[in-house]
């Protein structure tokens, strides 16, 4: 990091009381020293990252950082606050932050500087000495890591060789030349060294690598603090990661994974007693991990096949429910579909759009395709679009087993899906082959099988039975009732008119707007899209809806913001113009940074204004082939002008409420540190909201 901080981006007394103006104060000293070109388009950035995850880390630390084309070289920047600032940490304030910005596509470097940051943080020494800095050159220094500047007395020759210590004086006693003094007994050769008891860890976080870093860093500190325990870490940051020598792996006698995402090629550690938690808790008690796998392997206690427990039933996360289990399954299979949705409904959408609704019919271009004919470049685009949009159900069966299971749980997941379109059980079909093939896989998991066919598991055994398992299911018992159920409920949409269709449109504009991107929202939108892998006339409507009702809050939040500017920080004003773009392209998550400072006002308007929308779209019939894309694809909307009416209608509904429930309150002291005398919170303290990762 020697280039990456100087003395002129440390701020030793950071009077900002929110994370958002933290941010702008440490911004504005990059944009003086040339490193960042655009003020507030590298803030709507650093708030973008921050809208995925809170940066606080427990400990007083607060890492905000992105990347961004407004930036010209990695960079960081430093600064204390004496108060604190909330940056989302479970422990409270932030009152060391540090910025972190690194040019668009320069993953290395910001990785880098991430990486090494955390690692630093782990050691108390050096959070000590930043919070006592006074100078900001030395705790720039401090940061970099560099050297400390020779003193005078260190640049002489070290004392012991200029001045030999003083030998014994002689005794008086003269030294006897007849009798020489007795031998010692020869002593018994010292014992050989213990072995040390070796453990090889996994550290890998959602978002990021810091979380990574500082719990490798403390899982290898605990090591050596234990005295008679080794501990090599695989880190499975963003980066990529470079994996333990497999003789390491062998030669271990215990494994620990502090992961928040799934271990890849987590079958290497098979065999082997093991800890599974959370990162944090990598992070917060490493010597008590430590014990844990010293206790199971003394009890003898291995795993069989690849590891038993999974990424959300874990030691770490023992107080989650399983309702809390299943939805992060089915979290781990939408997040996966929605780019098979999102390339395969956008092109297939062009296809209507460009050769019309009959274009379904052409034949295949394989056979048939004229370079100068527009319909055949129609035809191209939905039959690509139709391939990419039939892995739809397999892919979310695959990885919502995948989510349970690991790596095992692909094959049966992917066959389960498959089948579930073979006999037309659809989208919900795939949600239960998923979570079948994941049980199953986890069953085989925990059986004890003989060691010598262990290393067959996860490539032959686990596969076949699985499959086999899976498949007489779906095929024989529960595909029949599911797919009979698929067919009731393509029905009900189809047959949705007047009242039933505003009501389930007011359903799901509710489910959007409540938590902003977060589950709920998560659900209504899977529902819209699993509708789109056979379209109806009802399912194109619930679809339009969904993404009418989307993107409402963030619309509302900017127009709010120009209309009624004083009644909002400068800060949020400054969000406000990034959340007009960001509310056009259906991005709802905009409208986080305002729903975060002010829950109790900001959401109750984005709900009633979706719900408005959502039942007018409804309402007008509109219809939607595309599972994304916002006001760009309005030309692919069925009846479009009635659907920008319904969008303009909840905007405006929302704005309105949220400026009324805002100018209620009791107007904030004049002289926040952002320069608004409005601002809703004076020592940071931002109330949080649920938020998808």
Known sequence: MSEMITADLVDLDLSASTKEAAARALAERMIAQGRVTDLDGFLADV???????????????????????HVTEPTLAFGRSADGIDFGAPDGP??????????????????????????????EDFKAALRTATDAGATAALIRGDEPEPTPESTTEPKSTLEPEPRPEPTTEPESTTEPEPRPEPETAPAAPAAKFKIVAVTSCPTGIAHTYMAAESLEKAGRDAGDVEVLVETQGSAGFTRLAPEAIAGADGVIFAHDVPVREKDRFAGKPTVDVGVKAGINRPAELIGEVREKAARGETTSGAASTTPVDRAGDAGDGYGTKLRKWLMSGVSYMVPFVAAGGLLIALGFAIGGYTINKAPSVAEHFVWTQTDSWAALLFQVGSVAFAFLVPVLAGFIAYGMADRPGLVPGFVGGSIALTINAGFLGGLAAGLIAGGVVMAIQKVNVPPVLRGIMPVVVIPLISSAVVGFLMFLVIGKPIASLQRALTDWLNSLSGANAIILGIILGLMMCFDLGGPLNKVAYAFAVGGLANPTEGSLKVMAAVMAAGMVPPLAMALATTVRGRLFTKTERENGKAAWVLGASFITEGAIPFAAADPLRVIPASMAGGAVTGALSMAFGCTLRAPHGGIFVVPLIGNPFLYLIAIAAGVCVSTALVVILKGMRKPAPEGGADGAGDAPAQKGQEPKIPVAA
């Open 47 to 69: 708030a973008a990252r921050e809208a995925q995850m809170p940066t606080g880390l427990d400990g007083g630390i607060g890492i905000p950082h992105c990347r961004s084309e």
């Open 94 to 123: 932030a009152d060391l932050i540090f910025l972190i910005a690194a040019p668009a596509g320069a993953d290395d470097a910001h990785l880098t500087i991430l990486s090494s940051l955390a690692r630093q943080l782990m050691d």
